[in-house]
């Protein structure tokens, strides 16, 4: 792959990731979520694989997006709280 062709993937994936890695409502977030889980299942357990990068930064996203609405936060604060086992 040459440097152009590179930065065309890159450009083409970023309009299509962008619902995603800039979480804005709940109908991405839930699919964020979806992708995710989905990634997590398909992925290598080695750090080789490229969609461990997409997960890095698919759980960016998510922790932002939860960071901002209150509810989510919120649960996260309290299951923060909670002792461990």
Not at 2 to 7: I, M, R
Not at 24 to 43: N, Q
Request: a negative charge; glycine letters at 2%; proline letters at 5%.
């Amino acid at each position: 792959m040459t440097a152009v062709a590179f930065k065309d993937a890159c450009h083409s994936f970023a309009q299509v990731a962008a619902p995603y890695l800039h979480i804005m409502d709940e109908h991405h977030y839930e699919e964020a979520l979806e992708l995710i889980e989905s990634f997590l299942e398909e992925a290598e357990d080695s750090q080789d694989d490229p969609l461990n990068g997409v997960i890095e930064l698919l759980s960016r996203a998510i922790e932002s997006y939860e960071n901002k609405v209150p509810e989510l936060a919120a649960f996260e604060q309290r299951a923060m709280a909670q002792p461990s086992e």
